[in-house]
């Protein structure tokens, strides 16, 4: 299995944030939907390093979007999970599982 | 899917400055930047839609802080990036040593609070008056410089003279009396009031409260009282408008009550409009406002062109004085108030430095530590200013934490002074607070702090060969090491804060042996009271029915009137005794008098020795007696009999007093024990303070005071009912304050220098462990170590405390001008000092000296 492809708990987030939101989304709801999924408060300078280290890993690509029709408009970091990511999503989730296979009861699962 | 933005938020401002928290996060998130800021920028503008303003953009800037700290070092390609790489590295330095950074930024808290606290005690002294634009009011002197600048009266005519002035927008004079206040529903009271020109509330810009302002005429006879007094008197009540009263033996009309916190100019109580033609005789303090771009100097030459010497200099034709324009409340320092303050904040200057070098040596020694990982950044391609900019930054940190700290502890103790001590603020718009120019100064202090503390570390890192370093040699050991800077910080650290200790300790022993004055005299068995006579009646016979009226009251045992109390620090000029010669008059010697009723030795316990006392046929127009102490008798009149001799003071108007008895010198602590006692009835004086001793209880003699005097009568003003131990209390209640901060102030710095040694001692030791490894192997005795720890400890602390006490020793002229009394050159003192100092810095040594004694020669020679 390749180095890479073992997950740090925020790339976790990252990562299953993007799958709930679905292709094409940016900072802004991902930083969000960790916020108000998991409760925990997010610099949008960690979602950014966490993007670029998972796109290094191939397990996510990006786009700009369009910049704002306006005078000084930003344009948006879209992104999507590849099929890549996806897996490797999967596969921690796996790992997750067996590890906590029969502790469901000291889980509260 | 994400929900649709505004259409600007994406363009919108980020918290301010947007483009330093553009260049900080572009820095680190390269080619993501935009975006990233244009998240950002969308995320703060909905948050001020939903939170508001104020949550969203602390909510903001904690956004640009954690993004940076989240910054990739290969993403940015900036000249920012290396400043924030360095801080990112200073805070994980800091954090990685919590106790060291709490234990520099709590010391730093330390040295920036007593600047803070004693700088906004100058800035409260030095405050303009409370009005619009206060700064731009100014008072006008006329001084005679070939009279040691004594200053001239000026009067209405004058005033006219300068009308006109273009430097000046208003002008107008005031004179501040005392009077008697009187009305058919109120006790006669002492209040001190403001007769004014008609120019001086609209040049203020200032109106009443309640009612109207007088017509500017004077000739209504209308007075305007103030806020306290109103409440007072008349109980708050609207109805006070209106009312009779009698001022100063004149009949007014209350017109209006003034604001709370108005007492222009000194702390008045009420105010009157003089008519014009009375304001021409009037003997006033200018006043005036300058006009909008004026300057003082250009007022004053101004004014100075039209000055032409007062009335009575123009009389004898000797027309002169120098016209000043100054700020009103500049230069103001009731009982050396200002100098105290100005001593004070020097005191915390020295604080400060003491605190910067302690941590200038903590992060010196921590320098020393890190060094190999300093070396091995170096190696790695850091250069040797990013490697000193990064001890700078941490300086920075911990100036800015310790900033923090100091304006927190300040704010407390200011706000502790400001409740406890603003009866004792000579002028009414002393206010103390962290404003005005304390906040500024405290910001530039935290930058020099920044600088004192961190420029040697860097700049010590930034010379040192890290390879060599690296390579372990004995030469870069001695390159990296804290070398002789660490002893010369704790040395001087030493000397400043002994010297402060000294300081605060002779001021502090000042207050102490004032303090003393309350165990010589029954002070709480006496109470006190000022009187102000009839305004233009007999003071002498009513000074005689009062005390016999006073004496009759039940439960008084004894009562008596004098000009001041037993522990009165007022000086009654220079005395002449007759037979002795004076080659110059500034050679004969200031003197402490007073002048009493018989009564007042009985009520205080005082002792004859010799001859009598004061005695009811010592009359006006009978011979003038004197009582002396008998430490007056031994200082001034001579081994021989004093009985007989005959002395003289300006307050008797030139006339001989012959001295007719000697009393018992009583230890009052502070002040002089050579004292003159008069005849009050030989002094003139409208306002005797009146002295009842009954039981235990002074304060059940009120009563009877008030009754015994209405009966002779109702006119007469009584002020400041209170015990002599009341009187006490307050006069020692400011020095009290300022010696305890001072005190303070002094123990920190000793504090703050012990544990410079400490650190540095623990750093020797250390260094030196295989040497104390070889010495315990070969036999040396564990003890025989710690004496050389303790001596080491010694070599710093024996030099300090010999600079500093002579520091303070030579210095203490100066302190002795503004303590209460004692000896500035105390030996107890200084020994007390010593002895505690000494004791401080041996203490410091005891940890160090005793791992010193538990060396392992095995363990550490293993080690090697």
């Not at chain 1, 993007?51 to 990006?62: A, M, T, Y």
């Not at chain 1, 000084?72 to 906590?100: C, I, N, W």
Request: charged content about 20%.
């Amino acid at each position: 299995m390749a180095r890479d492809d073992y997950l740090g708990e925020f790339e976790h987030l990252v990562l299953l944030a993007i799958l709930q939101l679905g292709e094409g989304t940016y900072g802004v709801p991902i930083r969000d939907e960790i916020e108000g999924r998991a409760g925990r408060p997010v610099s949008f300078g960690a979602v950014y390093s966490t993007l670029r280290r998972l796109e290094s890993k191939g397990l996510v690509e990006s786009w700009a979007g369009e910049a704002e029709p306006v005078p000084g408009g930003r344009a948006r970091k879209l992104v999507r999970l590849t099929p890549e990511g996806l897996a490797a999503l999967q596969r921690s989730r796996a790992r997750l599982d067996r590890m906590a296979d029969g502790l469901g009861d000291v889980l509260g699962t | 899917m994400p929900e649709p933005a505004h259409p600007t938020d994406r363009s919108g401002a980020l918290p301010a400055p947007t483009r330093l928290a553009e260049a900080i996060l572009r820095g680190l998130h390269g080619d993501d930047a935009d975006a990233l800021v244009g998240d950002l920028a969308e995320a703060y503008q909905r948050r001020r839609r939903e939170h508001g303003a104020v949550r969203a953009w602390g909510w903001g800037w904690w956004q640009v802080v954690a993004s940076a700290a989240h910054g990739s070092p290969s993403a940015g390609r900036s000249d920012t990036v290396r400043p924030v790489l360095g801080a990112r590295m200073a805070l994980r330095a800091l954090r990685r040593d919590p106790a060291t950074s709490m234990l520099a930024a709590g010391i730093l808290a330390l040295g920036f609070s007593a600047p803070t606290i004693f700088a906004s005690l100058l800035w409260g002294a030095a405050r303009p008056l409370p009005v619009a634009e206060g700064e731009r009011v100014v008072r006008v002197d006329v001084v005679q410089p070939e009279r040691d600048g004594r200053a001239l009266s000026v009067t209405g005519r004058d005033l006219e003279a300068w009308a006109g002035a273009s430097a000046l927008s208003g002008l107008g004079g005031f004179a501040v009396r005392g009077g008697t206040l009187q009305h058919a529903r109120v006790a006669a009271t002492r209040v001190s009031y403001a007769a004014l020109t008609g120019e001086v509330l609209p040049l203020l810009g200032v109106g009443p409260a309640l009612g109207r302002l007088p017509d500017g005429s004077g000739a209504d006879d209308a007075v305007l009282i103030g806020h306290e007094t109103w409440q007072e008197l008349f109980d708050g009540s609207p109805d006070v408008l209106g009312a009779e009263v009698t001022l100063g033996a004149r009949a007014r009309t209350v017109v209006g009550v003034m604001p709370e916190g108005f007492a222009f100019p000194y702390g008045e109580q009420a105010w009157l409009v003089l008519a014009p033609g009375d304001a021409d005789t009037t003997a006033m303090e200018p006043i005036a406002r300058l006009a909008h771009g004026a300057s003082n100097d250009a007022a004053a030459a101004q004014l100075q062109a039209r000055w032409s010497g007062s009335d009575a200099m123009r009389e004898a034709d000797d027309v002169g004085g120098v016209v000043l324009v100054r700020g009103f409340t500049a230069g103001r320092g009731e009982g050396g108030e200002a100098v105290a303050f100005l001593g004070l904040v020097l005191v915390g200057v020295c604080l400060l430095v003491i605190a910067c070098a302690n941590v200038a040596n903590l992060l010196l020694v921590r320098a020393t530590q890190r060094v190999r990982s300093l070396g091995i950044q170096a190696a790695l391609g850091a250069g040797a200013p990013q490697l000193g900019l990064q001890l700078l930054l941490e300086a920075l940190v911990l100036a800015m934490a310790g900033g923090l700290g100091g304006l927190g502890l300040a704010h407390l103790a200011v706000g502790w002074v400001q409740e406890h001590g603003q009866a004792n603020f000579g002028y009414y718009w002393m206010r103390m607070g962290l404003d005005g120019p304390v906040l500024p100064a405290v910001a530039g202090l935290v930058l020099v702090a920044a600088l004192m503390a961190g420029a040697l570390p860097a700049l010590r890192i930034m010379r040192a060969d890290l390879r060599a370093v690296l390579s372990g040699s004995a030469e870069g050991d001695r390159q990296a090491g804290p070398g002789g800077w660490s002893r010369a910080f704790v040395t001087t650290q030493l000397t400043l804060s002994c010297a402060a200790l000294a300081a605060a300790g002779i001021a502090g022993s000042s207050v102490f042996d004032a303090g003393r004055w309350g165990s010589a005299l029954p002070a709480d068995e006496v109470l006190t009271a000022r009187l102000h006579l009839s305004d233009g009646g007999d003071a002498d016979l009513a000074i005689e029915r009062i005390e016999a009226a006073l004496s009759a009251e039940p439960g008084v045992r004894h009562a008596a009137l004098a000009v001041g109390g037993p522990g009165a620090w007022e000086p009654w000029g220079r005395l002449e005794v007759d037979g002795e010669t004076y080659d110059r008059p500034a050679d004969r010697p200031v003197t402490w008098g007073n002048a009493v009723t018989p009564g007042f030795f009985a009520v205080h316990d005082l002792g004859l020795l010799q001859g009598r006392l004061i005695e009811h046929g010592d009359r006006a127009g009978a011979t003038p007696v004197a009582v002396v102490s008998d430490a007056f008798a031994r200082r001034f009149l001579g081994e021989g009999d004093p009985l007989g001799r005959r002395l003289r003071v300006p307050r008797l108007d030139s006339a001989w007093a012959t001295v007719v008895g000697v009393f018992e010198a009583f230890d009052l602590g502070a002040g002089p024990a050579e004292r003159v006692y008069f005849s009050l009835a030989q002094v003139e004086t409208p306002a005797p303070m009146a002295f009842l001793r009954g039981g235990s209880d002074a304060e059940a003699l009120a009563p009877s005071l008030r009754s015994a005097l209405a009966a002779v009568d109702p006119s007469i003003a009584v002020n400041d009912v209170q015990t002599l131990a009341d009187v006490h209390r307050y006069m020692v209640r400011a020095p009290s304050m300022l010696a305890a901060l001072a005190v303070g102030g002094g123990l920190a710095g000793l504090l703050v220098a012990a544990v410079g040694l400490y650190g540095v001692l623990a750093v020797r030791v250390r260094q030196r462990r295989r040497e104390l490894g070889v010495r315990l192997a070969l036999g040396a005795d564990g003890r025989r170590l710690a004496r050389d720890v303790l001596w080491w400890a010694l070599a710093p602390v024996l030099p300090a405390l010999a600079v500093g006490l002579g520091g303070a020793w030579l210095a203490s002229p100066i302190l002795g001008a503004i303590l209460l009394g004692g000896d500035p050159r105390d030996p107890g003192v200084y020994a007390a000092v010593g002895v505690a100092f000494l004791s401080v810095g041996l203490l410091a040594a005891v940890v160090p000296a005793a791992r010193a004694a538990a060396t392992e020669p095995s363990r550490v020679l293993r080690a090697e």
